[in-house]
């Protein structure tokens, strides 16, 4: 096990490669060798440097990076942030934080904005834009320990400098195949960013809990080990009733403690074939994610969230010309005229890793999963689990489930809290054979 002896400081990407950018210094903030700033800025890069600008447009300073150190109390707020990157979801909206803030330029002429920040005091923030701030408290600490145990363990590689296979994204291509996946790791300025690619991290006014600070407190320094190594613990919205194997989502290696289970007291058996999966995705099983309460849903999902509705089981209809123009749009291949969608492997609950798409000019077998919702939707659709039917020159999707669907299901552990499951007894059900240690 890594050896932590404290908190360390982390480095989050708010803003990356934009031409521009615009926020506001509220309080004292330390620029190197130019005194205290506050107020209105901008900054933009130039000839090689960052320029900062104050809110009339005068020029501050020009150097190669900045570092404007908050002084106690200090915020600032950056603007028009994009949240929910090309999913669903997406929107922009100015956010406020803690901590130190940083501009670097890229080699490409861009800038990106950075937020050095305590694990501890990002976890806060962590734990309140990922599920509503009013969950139930078990679940809140349940949160907070498996999402301190995902950046442990990403910045213990990190520090080690281990190569692995899993280390960066990953896309293989060759005649007829794209197969690609995203990992979490291939950050090149800063530790991990603030959207879902990570782990959303949408500043301190979405701290409006008491409870989520408290669930963050007591659980200080706490995290999931498997064999005395602090794991990778992944999570998602809703799995649908059954949770997902890592190697349909990303790099092919089984992970022990990411293995497919149940998400109910009882068990369901693993999908293994195509009519299998036409029946569980059809169906309405037992599951602890299944919950139409809307005032539950309330209590734990943040307000843009709950634009989603019916995640755990939905439909999608396309004509056959519209999903050929999303095709072309997402994968930068002409099809032609539409055949056959076709499921070539599937994992435990359903979702695709390998789907064939078959058209008058061209077929191509693409994965994994994240990749096949990219492709099949002007966004993303919700989940990989889905059967296609095709009725005439429509193409009608059926599917279970939001997002990946390995690790902790969300809104499952959160239903299970409002059971009075406790942290530790939520976090044994999704990840298999693991302990919970204090690391510092």
């Given at each position: ?91 922009t ?28 005091d ?31 363990a990403?910045?213990?590689?990190k ?86 194997d ?93 055949k ?9 609950s359903?979702?695709?890793s ?33 059967i ?28 299970m ?19 919970i240690?204090?690391?510092?």
């Amino acid at each position: 096990m890594g050896s932590v002896t404290d908190q360390p400081k982390i480095t989050v990407g708010i803003i990356d490669r934009q031409t521009e950018v615009f926020g506001r210094l509220d309080g004292e903030f330390l620029l190197e060798e130019s005194g205290s700033v506050s107020g209105g800025f901008s900054a933009k890069t130039e000839s090689g440097t960052v320029v900062l600008y104050d809110e009339v447009h005068r020029e501050i300073c020009r150097p190669k990076s900045i570092r404007l150190t908050g002084q106690k109390g200090s915020t600032f707020s950056l603007f028009n942030v994009t949240i929910g990157n090309r999913f669903h979801w997406e929107r922009t909206e100015d956010q406020t934080f803690q901590g130190d803030l940083i501009f670097l330029r890229r080699n490409d002429g861009t800038i990106t904005v950075i937020n050095e920040i305590l694990l501890e005091d990002y976890l806060k923030s962590v734990i309140s834009s990922e599920m509503s701030g009013a969950a139930p408290k078990e679940f809140l600490k349940a949160h907070a320990i498996l999402s301190r145990s995902w950046l442990l363990a990403a910045l213990d590689r990190k520090k080690k400098k281990i190569e692995t296979s899993t280390a960066v994204s990953k896309t293989t291509q060759k005649h007829g195949e794209v197969i690609c996946w995203y990992e979490r790791e291939d950050h090149d300025l800063f530790d991990v960013c603030a959207d879902d690619h990570c782990q959303r991290y949408q500043g301190i006014s979405k701290i409006a809990s008491e409870q989520a600070e408290a669930a963050v407190l007591e659980t200080r320094g706490m995290a999931i080990t498997y064999q005395d190594e602090i794991c990778d613990a992944r999570y998602s919205k809703a799995c649908g009733g059954i949770t997902e194997d890592f190697d349909t989502a990303w790099d092919n290696k089984r992970v022990p403690y990411l293995r497919s289970i149940s998400d109910t007291s009882v068990s369901h058996r693993p999908i293994t074939t195509e009519e299998e999966a036409s029946a569980w995705i059809l169906s309405n099983p037992e599951a602890y994610c299944c919950t139409k309460d809307e005032r539950l849903l309330g209590k734990i999902l943040p307000e843009f969230d709950r634009e989603t509705k019916g995640f755990f089981r939905w439909k999608i209809d396309y004509s056959r010309k519209e999903l050929e123009a999303i095709l072309r749009e997402k994968s930068g291949f002409d099809f032609g005229t539409l055949k056959e969608i076709i499921p070539l492997h599937r994992g435990p609950s359903g979702r695709i890793s390998q789907l064939s798409i078959v058209g008058s000019k061209r077929g191509v077998v693409v994965g994994k999963e994240l990749e096949i919702r990219r492709w099949l939707s002007r966004s993303h659709l919700y989940s990989s689990a889905f059967i296609v039917k095709r009725v005439a020159e429509q193409f009608i999707f059926h599917g279970a489930g939001w997002g990946h669907g390995v690790g902790l299901c969300q809104i499952g552990a959160a239903v299970m809290a409002t059971r009075g499951f406790s942290a530790e007894e939520i976090l044994n059900h999704y990840f298999t054979g693991v302990e919970i240690k204090k690391i510092y």
